[in-house]
Every structure is written in C-alpha cells, then in structure tokens.
C-alpha cells in the first residue's frame, strides 16, 4: 500500500498521515457499510500550537469523523512555525516551502504578534497608570498647601512680630530701614551699564543689577545738558543733574550719615564692598570744548562733599566716583582743566587736584610713546566689531587664534600704562555668541565687561556652556 496525505476540514490545520489498510468482510451480510481504518506510520508530532489551536483540533476532530463515513482518523496539529502562512491561505504541510513565496515558513510568526500585542497594551497601561499617580500627587500637593496656608500660615499671622513692623504706635517706627540699605545685598561686578539712560530707571537699574560703571550721554541746549541716545529723545526734564549727578549725592548722603559714630565721606554706593568706586562715563555729543566746561561745573555736589577721584602728586585717589569723559572730549581740557571757580573741592589737603575727571584713551592706539597713562586716563576702550572683527558664530562664537593674539595685545598694552581696558560695541545676539565673547574677555583679563542686559551679565549663568563642555569632555 502507498502512503497518502490527507487535508481534512476547510482549515487546513490538521492532516491525516499513515497507510490505508483493508478490514476483512464481516460473515454475515448486514445493513452496515464497510469501513477504513486509517493507521498512522508513526506517532503525531508533539503538539506546539497554542490553547486556541488546540481547541480548533477537538471541535473538529468529531466533525471531520462524521463526514468520512466511518474512517477512524487521527489528528496531527501543525506546527506552529506553519501558522503564519496557514493565517495566510497558503497550505503546507510538514514543513514544505510556501507554494506563493517559495520561503520556508518563518518561525514564531503568531507568537510575536501576540507578544508585540502584548507589549503595547502593557506600555499603554504603565503610561496611563503613572499619569493618574502624578495627577494625585499633584492634587495631594495642593491640598497639603492650601491646609499648611490655612492653618500654620493663619496663626502664623496672629503671632508674627513682623507683620506690623516700622508702623506707627508699634515702638518700631525708626527701625524700619537698615542705615545704609540702598544696596546692602548687591554685590558689585565689573561691568559697564551702556547706553544706561535707556533702562527703565537710569542709574539704579544698573546699580541694582551691581554695575560698578554707567554711562550718560549728553548735548549742550540753552546752556543745559540734556541726556538721551539722539536729537529725538532729549526732554528738558532729563539732564544730567537730574539722572545722575543729584540722585549720586542723595546715595552717598545716605551711604555717609552724620551720626555721633560716623562722620566721614568715604563709602562708597556698595554696602559690600564700600571702597568700590562708580565710573560715571560722560559721551560728549556736541561739541567738546563748549560742553567739557558745563560738565565739570555741573559736578560740583559731587566735588564739594570730596566724592570724586582725583590726580594730585603723582597718586590717582580713588573715591566713590569716577568721572571719565569720551566721545567728543578733548584730550587737552582733561590736561588743563578749566576748573570753575566757584568749585571748592574737599580733598586731602588744601590744594587744588591736577584733575578730578580722566579720559577715555582708544585702546588700539596704546604705544609706549603715547600720552595716555593713569595720570590722565581711566580706560582704554575700542569697538570690538571695528577692532577685532566678527567672530565665527557658525563655531560658538570662539574668536579665531589671531583675533585673540589681538585681544590679548591689546589688554597687555593698557595694563603696562596702567589703565583699565574695555571693549564697546560687543555682539549682543546670537546670545551664545554674546556669551562666548564675555567669557573669553573676562578669562584674557578685560578690566570691564561693556554690556546691553544687565541681567544677562550679573544673574544669569553665561559660563555654564563652558562648564557643560568641561563636563562632556570628561564623559
């Protein structure tokens, strides 16, 4: 007898495999019909399908049993890595190659479905699990302040000695303020507040910020100046006097007081660090030998109370402020300067000072055989951008090795004459650029850092890209 093969039910997932085999004729005729006996060669294959397939096996075990008439036929399931072409239509049996792709069957096809199944409903409900705990968290967070506010914060109020302090009738109306509060807790930075009649508040918007440098610039009209960028923003009720000169005396007023323990002149706006001197940098905008003449007689509250630095005997004395003229200043008036003589100034001795204003020399054109030194000058500034050029931004901002050897010249040059070195019209945006060129600066030795955002030099963190670069080369 040959072998055969047989496919049984519409499901193609159970075969028949064995030799047929005659049973002998009953002797007596009977109603019965004859049947087959299908005798497998050799036992089924182990099972691999799953609980559904197997179940598919006995529904249709009996089924298949009933149609055949008789013929007892055992059941072999295919093997699983069958399953995926089965699903398809295509019908193969004991491995045989697929009849449409010609590939073996691939192997675990249905198990890795179920398990990618298995694996986006488990995420989908991890995810929505761990949303509802930090919603509840959250909640819970809210409802422990609003009952902390309620119940501490209440009696807090009913106790606190703070509540009614420096009021009237509380024994407490002359301790309300610290003496010399102005600027207790700033501590002072050395960075030029440019453009300074800009801020919303001049002078004290840089001060707050901890700006050790300010700078006004001013226009002679009708024998008064008048501060502002251009023509367009000049107001009558916006001088100097007004902006810079009056509010300094009433801070260093405060900053001096006349008490029975102190009776000196010599602190400065900082309560940090009293000894810090303030640069009032005056940009002439009109012509320099009519306007020089207004500004030196217009600081003469500042004069008269000793409060401005000054050259005498070969010394430069510092004090709390630094008049440093620039823009259309001439040189030659900070040498001969036409002092009014009305000015009575308070210094160390009775003399009058060589000059108590200084000049803002050009950093680029320092040589040994310039004029320029500490005895005539404060600073030594350049533009950055005609100087030194633009940076390659597309790099961070990093200047290139001959514009820092140029840099390092140029502060090296104001240092040997004693002057502190300062670069105007620095990039302000891309702001990592902006930060780049203030770290570099600062780390070369610039004296004073020329800045538009106060914020941005003083609070924020422009150093960290470099310390997140230390920390990336480390890893």
């Not at 001049?202 to 024998?223: H, I, K, Q, R, S």
Request: proline share 8%.
């Amino acid at each position: 007898m040959r072998p055969e093969v047989v496919s049984v039910g519409p499901f193609a997932s159970t075969s028949i495999v064995g030799v047929e085999t005659p049973r002998p004729t009953p002797p007596s005729s009977s109603s019965t019909p004859p049947t087959s006996i299908f005798v497998l060669d050799s036992q089924p294959q182990q099972q691999k399908g799953g609980f559904f397939s197997r179940i598919r096996s006995l529904v249709m075990a009996p089924l298949e049993k009933r149609k055949l008439g008789g013929v007892r036929v055992e059941y072999t399931e295919i093997p699983s890595d069958e399953l995926e072409h089965e699903e398809e239509g295509v019908e193969t049996v004991n491995g045989v190659p697929c009849s449409k792709c010609g590939q073996p069957p691939s192997r675990n096809g249905r198990a890795k479905r179920k398990k990618g199944l298995w694996r986006t409903w488990s995420l989908q409900l991890r995810v929505t699990i761990l949303g509802v705990v930090l919603l509840a968290l959250v909640f819970l967070l809210n409802v422990g302040d609003t009952i902390k506010e309620h119940i501490i914060g209440e009696r807090h109020n009913d106790y606190d000695p703070f509540v009614n302090w420096g009021q009237p009738n509380t024994g407490t109306e002359e301790l309300s303020w610290y003496p010399t509060d102005f600027l207790r807790d700033v501590i002072p930075f050395p960075c030029h507040s440019h453009n300074d009649y800009w801020r919303r508040v001049p002078l004290f918007d840089a001060l707050y910020a901890g700006c050790t440098g300010v700078e006004a610039d001013v226009w002679l009209f009708n024998n008064d100046l008048l501060v502002g960028h251009d023509l367009a923003s000049l107001q009558v009720n916006r001088t100097f006097q007004s902006l810079y000169v009056n509010p300094l005396v009433n801070i260093l007023e405060n900053q001096n007081p006349k008490t029975p323990y102190y009776n000196g002149t010599s602190n400065g706006v900082f309560d940090v660090d009293p000894d810090q001197t303030l640069i009032l940098l005056v940009d002439l905008k009109t012509s320099g030998h009519e306007t020089w003449p207004h500004v030196l007689k217009q600081l003469d509250p500042l004069r008269e109370k000793g409060w401005l630095s000054f050259y005498q005997n070969g010394k430069l004395h510092k004090r709390p402020i630094t008049v440093v003229g620039t823009g259309n200043t001439p040189f030659e008036l900070i040498l001969t300067p036409p002092y009014p003589s009305t000015s009575s100034p308070r210094h160390s001795n009775s003399t009058t000072p060589e000059r108590d204003a200084f000049f803002d020399a050009p950093l680029d054109k320092l040589t040994p055989d310039s004029p320029y030194d500490s005895t005539n000058s404060y600073y030594a500034s350049v533009s950055f951008f005609r100087s030194i050029g633009i940076t390659q931004w597309w790099k961070g901002g990093e200047p290139t090795a001959s514009q820092l050897a140029k840099i390092r010249a140029h502060i090296a040059a104001a240092h040997e004459k004693g002057l502190a070195a300062r670069y105007w019209e620095l990039p302000a945006w891309p702001v990592h650029v902006r930060n780049k060129i203030w770290e570099v600066l600062v780390g070369e030795g610039m004296d004073m850092l020329n800045v538009d955002d106060l914020k941005g030099a003083t609070s924020g963190d422009w150093r960290r890209a470099k310390i997140w670069k230390r920390i990336w080369k480390l890893i």
